[in-house]
């Protein structure tokens, strides 16, 4: 929204939306403010998410309910919340390791119930950006299931991109430097869906794809000078990543 302004991408977006035969979704993703999910409401969006979970729980809880009742009395639109930190940076969320905290499944019933939230996203040891674990996958599977059970709302897995390795490695290979970057594997994402997962958030996956399509068309087409020529495969290689996410995750042709 701070990039291109929230009248171009409803636009944008709706136009687009009019020229395809599935549902299309226009989402607010980690809205920080009451102010940030009116907008985006009163602009038309489809669902948004109210991310108040760098604050108390109490303070998260009023944030989320008004968020809600606001959301709700306004075209019935549903609301996305967030209980539980994860740590890395994506954006503007910033959590330091130390400080990131998985969801406790008693609060999880009280938020929900008090909220009125629809949908929740769940720390379960996953991180935002291209940097998710030291050692081995540590995603608490039994976690997610024992919220599953006790609340029967859809749940949200942040931070659940592959971080896939051809992608970094070919961004290093043309002048990039990421360094010891680490995501899910295909069985995470199996193994989540299983216990109770119903929307998995991908963005770093699609970041390392372009960049590395970018890195390595600029490279060996230095006299090239046409943003498209650059952009257009860009866009391709992106969507591609796009439709194996959608197999993946078992969203295919379900439309």
Known sequence: IKYGGIKNLVALT???ADQVSVPVALHLDHGATLDDVKMCVDAGFTSVMIDGSHHPLEENIELTKQAAEYAHNNGGITVEAELGRLGGIEDDVNVDERDARLTDPEEA???VKESSCDALAVAVGTS???YKFKGEN???FDRIKVIKEKLGIPLVLHGASAVDPESVAQINEYGGKIEGAKGLDAESYTKA???GINKVNIDTDLRLKWTATLRKLMVEK???FDPRKFLGPARDAVKEVIKGKMRLLGSAGKA
Do not use: K, L, Q, Y
Request: aromatic share 6%; hydrophobic share 45%; glycine share 12%.
């Open 222 to 224: 230095p006299g090239e």
């Open 193 to 195: 869906i299983a216990n």
């Open 14 to 16: 709706s136009t687009m």
């Open 128 to 130: 935002h950006g291209a």
């Open 109 to 111: 019933v009280r938020f």
């Open 138 to 140: 540590a995603i608490d």
